[in-house]
């Protein structure tokens, strides 16, 4: 038989010294999506929920169900309407509810926000819709979906609460058109 060969003398093969580079910043990557923490601002609700709006997410939100009008999104008296009363200005209504009423989707669309991070909203839940229209679900004790989630008309999405600024349990419910908020009574049915 051959006899093996003899393995090379990597020992004595002389070493290149390391290179000493300055340290540079490092180009990003392009093929990477960013990804951007939200800090809401404190100025306003109508100024928070503009902020979440602009943010973008990657699902469409699903065809809408072509019933033209908004389901309610739970069942109670309203206790508070939109624009200005009492001195105070509401971009929505406020629905009395017993703490931990399902909370439903008002119609088909895509979760952009799900958190606790708008000013005296607490817990909150913004969907966009293919029609424009953002709906706004606060002051809920559970969140039940989270953002990029796609919901279903009437799907339940979140709990029903006394989070944020609320005095007792209720569901404030939005309805935006674009950044600009509208009364949410023209659309429900």
């Known amino acids: 038989q051959p006899a093996a060969p003899k393995p090379a003398a990597v020992a004595a093969a002389p070493q290149p010294e390391p290179a000493v580079v300055a340290a540079a910043p490092k180009p990003e990557a392009q093929d990477e999506p960013r990804v951007t923490a939200y800090t809401?601002?404190?100025?306003?609700?109508?100024?928070?929920?503009e902020a979440v709006e602009q943010t973008q997410?990657?699902?469409?939100?699903?065809?809408?169900?072509?019933?033209g009008r908004l389901r309610w999104?739970?069942?109670?008296?309203?206790?508070?309407?939109?624009?200005?009363?009492?001195?105070?200005?509401?971009?929505g209504i406020d629905i009395a509810v017993p703490e931990g009423t399902a909370v439903h989707a008002a119609e088909n669309g895509v979760v952009i926000y799900a958190g606790d991070g708008l000013k005296g909203f607490g817990n909150t839940v913004l969907v966009s819709h293919e029609d424009g229209l953002v709906t706004v679900y606060g002051h809920a004790s559970e969140l039940k979906v989270k953002r990029g989630d796609q919901v279903r008309r009437g799907q339940e999405i979140a709990r029903s609460g006394m989070t944020g600024d609320a005095d007792r349990p209720k569901l404030h419910f939005e309805v935006r058109k674009g950044t600009s908020p509208v009364d949410p009574m023209t659309y429900l049915r």
């Not at 997410?57 to 019933?67: D, F, H, K, N, Q």
């Not at 999104?73 to 971009?91: H, L, T």
């Open 57 to 67: 997410v990657a699902a469409l939100p699903p065809e809408s169900t072509g019933v």
């Open 73 to 91: 999104p739970a069942q109670g008296r309203v206790i508070a309407g939109f624009g200005s009363s009492g001195g105070k200005k509401s971009d």
């Open 40 to 49: 809401p601002p404190t100025e306003s609700k109508t100024k928070a929920i």
